[in-house]
């Protein structure tokens, strides 16, 4: 169990508007003027502090917002995407060159797995997928093209906790970089103190928490996040993944009550698994002694914030699974949708949306059985009451008594 409080260190982060606003003001432009020619041609060779070029590379809105990121994640700097996916590939696209190979877990995001597996292909990039809980099968898979181990510190969708030490430690051994998605446990696990090199997210969940906008962040060193914007070689800066600055301004005010998000999200996360698993049925929930992440995830998370907002039930069959996200539509404990993070409950079968990227028989592998609901728990004040409604659903489905 870690010490470090994120919260504190965005709650400290202050920038004033112009005239004094509690909040920055928001830049309204896509170009910048200088006083001089000379001027423009020193930052085109190198960075000035407080001087900008062009909004695709850097903009104050969207500088205000990384740096709040890089508090978040513990790292010495930050940079902010249009999506998770531009920060994953960014990233990727920055470390690796054709021939080039990854190491990934293979339980993640779906659309991260589509992208190892049927993208980056086309640019000579191949990816091995392991299960990433066994670190011995890590180093098996390690090659002098292996540049990169890639892994979702909690994943999606059964939670399985990533050990970002052990993991550290291989990636060091073989000088690779270890990147480690963070969007299901913002301020509860901080990768970078576990030895992660770059940290990314989907600010699209629980960062925003609004599930109004969809964005994404590369939280590395100053040296990692210097070669994503480079003018002339950064994956950022030719790729052009920018986040409109109107959108990064309400991103960090979202970000300033992600703590007591957190907490609420992980109380009623916590509740809800308890007693579902009390009730009898098969839940994944890494606050769970009988999750297999429990232990782990005790020694590698901040203290304070709990065990995040996700949890899976196995409902058995899909027909089961569609009956009980039917239900729970029906009674009004959230909506059926993907994505997470969101006040009210959100729900989906990973096997026919986020995670139909991956094959069949993967899926089986992975144990990602076919009637999995996956579930972001919301915000209600009165989880005992939500829950008196889910129990109704499940006993309604036969999946308790
Ligand atoms: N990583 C994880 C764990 C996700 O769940 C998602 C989206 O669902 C992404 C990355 C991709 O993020 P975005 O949708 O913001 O591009």
Not at 84 to 93: F, N, P, Y
Not at 188 to 209: C, E, L, Q, R
Not at 308 to 330: I, W
Request: hydrophobic share 35%; glycine share 8%.
């Amino acid at each position: 169990m870690h010490h470090f409080d994120p919260s504190k260190e965005i709650q400290d982060y202050s920038v004033f508007g112009e005239y004094g606003g509690v909040n920055p003001s928001i830049t309204d432009s896509s170009t910048y003027t200088f006083l001089s020619p000379e001027k423009m041609k020193e930052l085109f060779d190198h960075e000035i502090e407080g001087c900008f070029l062009y909004s695709r590379h850097w903009n104050p809105t969207n500088k205000h917002l990384a740096e709040a990121l890089a508090l978040l994640e513990d790292s010495e700097a930050a940079i902010v995407a249009s999506s998770g996916m531009a920060a994953i590939s960014a990233s990727i696209l920055q470390i690796c060159s054709a021939g080039d190979e990854i190491i990934s877990g293979r339980t993640i995001y779906g659309g991260t797995y589509a992208l190892l597996k049927n993208f980056l292909p086309k640019l000579g990039i191949r990816t091995k997928f392991v299960d990433i809980k066994n670190t011995d099968e890590v180093r098996k898979h390690i090659t002098d093209k292996t540049k990169i181990i890639y892994c979702e510190a909690v994943s999606n969708p059964l939670l399985e906790v990533a050990n970002i030490p052990a993991l550290s430690q291989v990636a060091k051994e073989y000088n690779l970089k270890l990147m480690v998605d963070n969007t299901f446990s913002p301020i509860s696990i901080t990768p970078v103190h576990n030895g992660a090199d770059i940290v990314i997210h989907s600010i699209t969940k629980f960062i925003n928490g609004t599930s109004d906008c969809v964005a994404g962040c590369v939280c590395s060193t100053q040296e990692f996040i210097s070669q994503l914007t480079d003018i002339n070689t950064g994956a950022s800066m030719l790729l052009g993944p920018v986040l409109d600055s109107f959108r990064a301004a309400s991103i960090l005010k979202n970000m300033h009550t992600l703590h007591i998000r957190i907490k609420k999200h992980s109380y009623n996360a916590m509740y809800i698994a308890e007693n579902m698993e009390k009730a009898g049925c098969k839940v994944f929930y890494p606050g769970l002694p009988s999750h297999n992440g429990y232990e782990l995830m005790n020694k590698i998370m901040n203290n304070g914030f709990g065990y995040g907002g996700m949890l899976a039930v196995d409902a058995g069959t899909v027909e089961k699974a569609d009956s009980l996200m039917k239900k729970m539509q029906d009674e009004k404990v959230g909506y059926l949708a993907v994505s997470l993070g969101y006040f009210k409950t959100l729900f989906s079968s990973p096997g026919h949306s986020t995670s139909s990227e991956i094959p069949k028989e993967e899926q089986k592998a992975m144990g990602l059985s076919e009637g999995l609901v996956r579930i972001s728990i919301g915000l209600d004040n009165n989880i005992e009451e939500t829950f008196g409604r889910m129990k109704k659903c499940l006993t309604d489905v036969g999946l308790c008594k």
